[in-house]
C-alpha cells in the first residue's frame, strides 16, 4: 500500500480537484485507488470530497472527522488522540486498495493549525507529500521550493508538485528546472468553460423565481449581458451561454430574445429584475420562440444589484452538478504526467480492467491509430459538438457529412467553435464520385446508376460508400437514424469479414470496479446455436482488443445441465460448438447471470469452473434477454455503457442509440478508430 497525500501551498489551489483528478489519473493506471478526506471542511452536511470520490469516482470513501471536533481535542491538549482517529479513518479507506490519496486541510486563515495537522498525518501515515500551488501566482516556483524544503525540516517526504490553473504561456520547462528535486507530476491548465455554472445554480444562489423552467439544469452561464442599451447593441451578445439580464418593460430587448431562442441559440436563461414581468401581448406573440428550453427568472432587486450578486456566486461545484465536476476531474488527469506519476509508485497494476482505465486507454488507442472517420449525421447537435472534441483532442480525424452553412449554424446556437482541423464535406460535392463504384458493388442485384444516385441522397449510404471505397477508416451513425437504416446499408456495401457469418454486437458496461463486454444486444433476435457459437467468438475477440481478459459465460435460465428446454439446449450446443473452435478459450455454458458473475454462487453450482463466478465477457442468447438485461444494469446501477460495437462487418461502422449523449458519441467515434486500426493490421 502506498498513500500520497496533497497539501495546497496556500489558499484558493483547488485542492479537491487536483486531489479528486489525481484518483482519476491512477485509476486510468488500472491501480485499485482508496479516497479519503479525513477532516471536512464544508459547510454542507455532506463534504464535497467525499461526495465526488462516492459518486464520481465509484469510492466507498469513509466519512470525515468535523473540524470542530478537531478544534475540541487541540484545544484539550489531545492531539494524539485526533491522530490516532485520522490514521484509524485512512486504513479503513486503504483497505483492498494499492494507491490512497490522502486530500488534506485547505489553508484557512479561522483555523491557523491547518498546516501543522496536514504535517502530522502526511509523518503519521508515513505518506509522500504532493503540494498543489496556483500556477497564477507570480512566485509559484519559489512557494513550491519553500514549502518543500519546510516541510522536509519537519520529516515529511515530499514526492513530487502539481501546479493548477495554469494560463496558456505557462512556462512548463523553466518550472521543472526551478522546482530541483521536486518532480513535477502536472500542470493543469485554466480553462474558463469549467468555471461556468448551471442557470439553476444561479437560481439557487439569488433565490429567484422561476417562471419558465426551461432547461436551467442543463444550460451554462458563462457571461453576464446587462441589457442597458438598444435591441440592436444586444444583438451580438446574444450568444450560447450568455444570461440575459433586464427588466420586464423591455419590450425590445424580450422580443431580441425570444428571436434568438427562436433560431435555437441556446441562451443561458433571461432574469427579469424590479418584479416585472414580460407584457402579455409580448408574451402571446413569441410564446413558441420563448417555449425553445430558455428558462426564465424573476427577482426583486433592481439590474445592478442582481448582476452584483450573480457576479459573486460561489467557485465551488455544486453537489449535483456531477458533468461539471466529472468535466474538472478529467482536465486534472490530463494535465497530470503520467511517466512521473507513475514513478513514484510502488506497486504493481491490478490485472482488472478498471473503467477509467478503460476509457483512458480507449481513447490513447484512438490517438495513436490517428483514424478518419465519417459523421453522416453531421448537421446534428450532439454528433457537431463530439466532432469537435475529438478533433480537439486529437481522438480521430472527423468528417462531417452535411451543408457547411447548417452546421456552422447550428455550431453557433450551441457556442461551439469548429476547430479548424474538423472537416466537413458537403454530400451534392461528392455524390457523384460514388455512382459508378455503388453500380459495381450492387451489380449482382441490378442496381441502375438513377437508383445509385437516388439512394446516395442517404447521408448513411453516402458515407458508407466512403468508407467502402477507404476514402474514409470508419463511419458513426444513429444519432437520428434507426439501427437498421445505419447496419443496411454497410451489409449491401461492406459485407461481412471473412470468417463471419453474421454481424452482432457487444458493449462495454463500466461497472464500479470492472469492464464487462455484454453481446448481443442489439442485432440478432434470435440466433441459431451457429450463430451463438460465432457471436461468442466475435465477442472474445473484441473484449482482447480492447484490454478485457476474456472469460466468456454462455448466460441461460439454467446452469449446467439442472435444467431442461429448447432454449437452454440451444445454449449448450453453441458452447460445445464454440469450444470446439477455440479451443484455448476460457468459456463455458449454460450458465445462470449470477453462477457466471458471482464468485459464491459459481463455486456452489458449477464447481471446476474457470468461468463461473468470474466471467468478464456474458453472451446471451437472444435479443429480448441481452437487450433487457444491459438496460436494466445500466439504469438500475447507473452504470456507464459504451456502444453498441458492431462485429463482423469488413470495415468497421458503429451505431449509437437515439438518446445517446455527447460522451457516448466521443467514445463510440474512439471505438471505431481502433476497430479500424485493428482491421488494417
Given at each position: 500500500?502506498?498513500?500520497?497525500?496533497?497539501?495546497?501551498?496556500?489558499?484558493?489551489?483547488?485542492?479537491?480537484?487536483?486531489?479528486?483528478?489525481?484518483?482519476?489519473?491512477l485509476q486510468r493506471e488500472g491501480l485499485r485507488v482508496g479516497f479519503v478526506k479525513p477532516l471536512a471542511q464544508d459547510d454542507s452536511d455532506n463534504e464535497r470530497s467525499v461526495h465526488f470520490a462516492?459518486?464520481?469516482?465509484?469510492?466507498?470513501?469513509?466519512?470525515?472527522?468535523?473540524?470542530?471536533?478537531?478544534?475540541?481535542?487541540?484545544?484539550?491538549?489531545?492531539?494524539?488522540?485526533?491522530?490516532?482517529?485520522?490514521?484509524?479513518?485512512?486504513?479503513?479507506?486503504?483497505?483492498?486498495?494499492?494507491?490512497?490519496?490522502?486530500?488534506?486541510?485547505?489553508?484557512?486563515?479561522?483555523?491557523?493549525?491547518?498546516?501543522?495537522?496536514?504535517?502530522?498525518?502526511?509523518?503519521?501515515?508515513?505518506?509522500?507529500?504532493?503540494?498543489?500551488?496556483?500556477?497564477?501566482?507570480?512566485?509559484?516556483?519559489?512557494?513550491?521550493?519553500?514549502?518543500?524544503?519546510?516541510?522536509?525540516?519537519?520529516?515529511?517526504?515530499?514526492?513530487?508538485?502539481?501546479?493548477?490553473?495554469?494560463?496558456?504561456?505557462?512556462?512548463?520547462?523553466?518550472?521543472?528546472?526551478?522546482?530541483?528535486?521536486?518532480?513535477?507530476?502536472?500542470?493543469?491548465?485554466?480553462?474558463?468553460?469549467?468555471?461556468?455554472?448551471?442557470?439553476?445554480?444561479?437560481?439557487?444562489?439569488?433565490?429567484?423565481?422561476?417562471?419558465?423552467?426551461?432547461?436551467?439544469?442543463?444550460?451554462?452561464?458563462?457571461?453576464?449581458?446587462?441589457?442597458?442599451?438598444?435591441?440592436?447593441?444586444?444583438?451580438?451578445?446574444?450568444?450560447?451561454?450568455?444570461?440575459?439580464?433586464?427588466?420586464?418593460?423591455?419590450?425590445?430587448?424580450?422580443?431580441?430574445?425570444?428571436?434568438?431562442?427562436?433560431?435555437?441559440?441556446?441562451?443561458?436563461?433571461?432574469?427579469?429584475?424590479?418584479?416585472?414581468?414580460?407584457?402579455?401581448?409580448?408574451?402571446?406573440?413569441?410564446?413558441?420562440?420563448?417555449?425553445?428550453?430558455?428558462?426564465?427568472?424573476?427577482?426583486?432587486?433592481?439590474?445592478?444589484?442582481?448582476a452584483t450578486n450573480i457576479s459573486r456566486i460561489p467557485a465551488a461545484v455544486a453537489e449535483d452538478d456531477l458533468d461539471r465536476m466529472s468535466a474538472v476531474l478529467q482536465a486534472v488527469a490530463e494535465?497530470?504526467?503520467?511517466?512521473?506519476?507513475?514513478?513514484?509508485?510502488?506497486?504493481?497494476?491490478?490485472?482488472?480492467?478498471?473503467?477509467?482505465?478503460?476509457?483512458?486507454?480507449?481513447?490513447?488507442?484512438?490517438?495513436?491509430?490517428?483514424?478518419?472517420?465519417?459523421?453522416?449525421?453531421?448537421?446534428?447537435?450532439?454528433?457537431?459538438?463530439?466532432?469537435?472534441?475529438?478533433?480537439?483532442?486529437?481522438?480521430?480525424?472527423?468528417?462531417?457529412?452535411?451543408?457547411?452553412?447548417?452546421?456552422?449554424?447550428?455550431?453557433?446556437?450551441?457556442?461551439?467553435?469548429?476547430?479548424?482541423?474538423?472537416?466537413?464535406?458537403?454530400?451534392?460535392?461528392?455524390?457523384?464520385?460514388?455512382?459508378?463504384?455503388?453500380?459495381?458493388?450492387?451489380?449482382?442485384?441490378?442496381?441502375?446508376?438513377?437508383?445509385?444516385?437516388?439512394?446516395?441522397?442517404?447521408?448513411?449510404?453516402?458515407?458508407?460508400?466512403?468508407?467502402?471505397?477507404?476514402?474514409?477508416?470508419?463511419?458513426?451513425?444513429?444519432?437520428?437514424?434507426?439501427?437498421?437504416?445505419?447496419?443496411?446499408?454497410?451489409?449491401?456495401?461492406?459485407?461481412?469479414?471473412?470468417?463471419?457469418?453474421?454481424?452482432?454486437?457487444?458493449?462495454?458496461?463500466?461497472?464500479?470496479?470492472?469492464?464487462?463486454?455484454?453481446?448481443?444486444?442489439?442485432?440478432?433476435?434470435?440466433?441459431?446455436?451457429?450463430?451463438?457459437?460465432?457471436?461468442?467468438?466475435?465477442?472474445?475477440?473484441?473484449?482482447?482488443?480492447?484490454?478485457?481478459?476474456?472469460?466468456?459465460?454462455?448466460?441461460?435460465?439454467?446452469?449446467?445441465?439442472?435444467?431442461?428446454?429448447?432454449?437452454?439446449?440451444?445454449?449448450?450446443?453453441?458452447?460445445?460448438?464454440?469450444?470446439?473452435?477455440?479451443?484455448?478459450?476460457?468459456?463455458?455454458?449454460?450458465?445462470?447471470?449470477?453462477?457466471?458473475?458471482?464468485?459464491?454462487?459459481?463455486?456452489?453450482?458449477?464447481?471446476?469452473?474457470?468461468?463461473?463466478?468470474?466471467?468478464?465477457?456474458?453472451?446471451?442468447?437472444?435479443?429480448?434477454t441481452g437487450n433487457t438485461t444491459y438496460k436494466a444494469v445500466q439504469r438500475s446501477a447507473n452504470v456507464v455503457s459504451v456502444g453498441p460495437m458492431l462485429q463482423g462487418l469488413r470495415k468497421p461502422?458503429?451505431?449509437?442509440?437515439?438518446?445517446?449523449?455527447?460522451?457516448?458519441?466521443?467514445?463510440?467515434?474512439?471505438?471505431?478508430?481502433?476497430?479500424?486500426?485493428?482491421?488494417?493490421?
Amino acid at each position: 500500500m502506498q498513500i500520497f497525500c496533497l497539501t495546497p501551498t496556500r489558499q484558493n489551489v483547488g485542492l479537491t480537484s487536483v486531489a479528486l483528478g489525481v484518483v482519476l489519473a491512477l485509476q486510468r493506471e488500472g491501480l485499485r485507488v482508496g479516497f479519503v478526506k479525513p477532516l471536512a471542511q464544508d459547510d454542507s452536511d455532506n463534504e464535497r470530497s467525499v461526495h465526488f470520490a462516492r459518486e464520481i469516482c465509484r469510492i466507498d470513501v469513509p466519512a470525515a472527522l468535523t473540524l470542530e471536533q478537531a478544534s475540541e481535542r487541540l484545544a484539550a491538549g489531545r492531539e494524539p488522540e485526533l491522530l490516532e482517529e485520522i490514521v484509524s479513518l485512512c486504513l479503513r479507506a486503504a483497505d483492498g486498495n494499492d494507491v490512497l490519496v490522502v486530500e488534506g486541510l485547505h489553508t484557512d486563515a479561522s483555523h491557523p493549525f491547518t498546516p501543522r495537522i496536514n504535517a502530522e498525518v502526511v509523518r503519521s501515515l508515513q505518506g509522500e507529500l504532493i503540494l498543489v500551488a496556483n500556477a497564477q501566482e507570480s512566485d509559484v516556483l519559489e512557494q513550491v521550493v519553500q514549502t518543500a524544503h519546510r516541510l522536509e525540516q519537519v520529516g515529511c517526504h515530499i514526492g513530487g508538485a502539481i501546479l493548477n490553473k495554469a494560463l496558456p504561456d505557462f512556462d512548463q520547462a523553466r518550472a521543472r528546472q526551478a522546482l530541483g528535486e521536486v518532480p513535477l507530476w502536472g500542470v493543469v491548465k485554466h480553462d474558463p468553460a469549467l468555471l461556468a455554472p448551471r442557470t439553476l445554480d444561479i437560481v439557487r444562489h439569488l433565490g429567484a423565481q422561476v417562471l419558465v423552467e426551461g432547461e436551467m439544469a442543463t444550460r451554462r452561464v458563462r457571461e453576464t449581458v446587462v441589457a442597458g442599451r438598444s435591441a440592436v447593441e444586444l444583438l451580438e451578445r446574444l450568444r450560447a451561454c450568455a444570461l440575459i439580464i433586464s427588466s420586464g418593460d423591455r419590450n425590445d430587448v424580450m422580443l431580441a430574445t425570444a428571436l434568438a431562442a427562436s433560431k435555437g441559440v441556446e441562451l443561458a436563461g433571461l432574469v427579469l429584475t424590479h418584479s416585472t414581468e414580460i407584457d402579455p401581448r409580448i408574451l402571446e406573440l413569441a410564446a413558441r420562440a420563448f417555449d425553445n428550453g430558455l428558462p426564465i427568472l424573476r427577482v426583486d432587486t433592481d439590474t445592478f444589484v442582481t448582476a452584483t450578486n450573480i457576479s459573486r456566486i460561489p467557485a465551488a461545484v455544486a453537489e449535483d452538478d456531477l458533468d461539471r465536476m466529472s468535466a474538472v476531474l478529467q482536465a486534472v488527469a490530463e494535465g497530470i504526467t503520467t511517466e512521473v506519476m507513475m514513478a513514484s509508485v510502488k506497486v504493481p497494476a491490478s490485472t482488472r480492467m478498471s473503467p477509467p482505465a478503460f476509457r483512458y486507454k480507449l481513447i490513447q488507442k484512438a490517438r495513436a491509430a490517428n483514424k478518419r472517420i465519417v459523421l453522416p449525421e453531421g448537421d446534428e447537435p450532439r454528433t457537431i459538438r463530439a466532432a469537435a472534441i475529438c478533433t480537439e483532442k486529437g481522438i480521430a480525424r472527423c468528417v462531417l457529412l452535411g451543408k457547411r452553412d447548417a452546421i456552422e449554424a447550428v455550431a453557433k446556437a450551441q457556442g461551439v467553435s469548429l476547430p479548424a482541423g474538423l472537416e466537413i464535406i458537403e454530400p451534392d460535392a461528392v455524390r457523384e464520385n460514388y455512382i459508378e463504384p455503388m453500380v459495381n458493388l450492387r451489380k449482382s442485384k441490378g442496381l441502375t446508376p438513377g437508383q445509385a444516385r437516388e439512394q446516395l441522397q442517404d447521408t448513411v449510404v453516402l458515407g458508407t460508400m466512403m468508407l467502402a471505397q477507404d476514402d474514409v477508416d470508419g463511419l458513426v451513425s444513429g444519432a437520428v437514424h434507426t439501427t437498421a437504416n445505419t447496419v443496411r446499408p454497410a451489409l449491401q456495401l461492406i459485407k461481412t469479414a471473412p470468417g463471419s457469418s453474421i454481424v452482432s454486437s457487444v458493449f462495454f458496461m463500466l461497472m464500479p470496479d470492472q469492464v464487462l463486454v455484454y453481446g448481443d444486444c442489439a442485432i440478432n433476435p434470435d440466433p441459431t446455436a451457429a450463430e451463438l457459437a460465432e457471436i461468442a467468438l466475435q465477442s472474445a475477440h473484441s473484449a482482447k482488443a480492447f484490454g478485457v481478459e476474456p472469460r466468456v459465460a454462455m448466460i441461460s435460465y439454467s446452469t449446467g445441465t439442472s435444467g431442461a428446454g429448447a432454449d437452454v439446449v440451444k445454449v449448450a450446443e453453441a458452447t460445445a460448438i464454440a469450444k470446439e473452435k477455440a479451443p484455448e478459450l476460457l468459456l463455458d455454458g449454460p450458465l445462470q447471470y449470477d453462477a457466471a458473475s458471482v464468485m459464491e454462487v459459481g463455486q456452489q453450482k458449477a464447481p471446476g469452473s474457470k468461468v463461473a463466478g468470474q466471467a468478464t465477457v456474458f453472451v446471451f442468447p437472444d435479443l429480448n434477454t441481452g437487450n433487457t438485461t444491459y438496460k436494466a444494469v445500466q439504469r438500475s446501477a447507473n452504470v456507464v455503457s459504451v456502444g453498441p460495437m458492431l462485429q463482423g462487418l469488413r470495415k468497421p461502422v458503429n451505431d449509437l442509440s437515439r438518446g445517446a449523449l455527447v460522451d457516448d458519441i466521443v467514445f463510440t467515434i474512439a471505438l471505431t478508430a481502433i476497430q479500424a486500426d485493428a482491421m488494417k493490421a
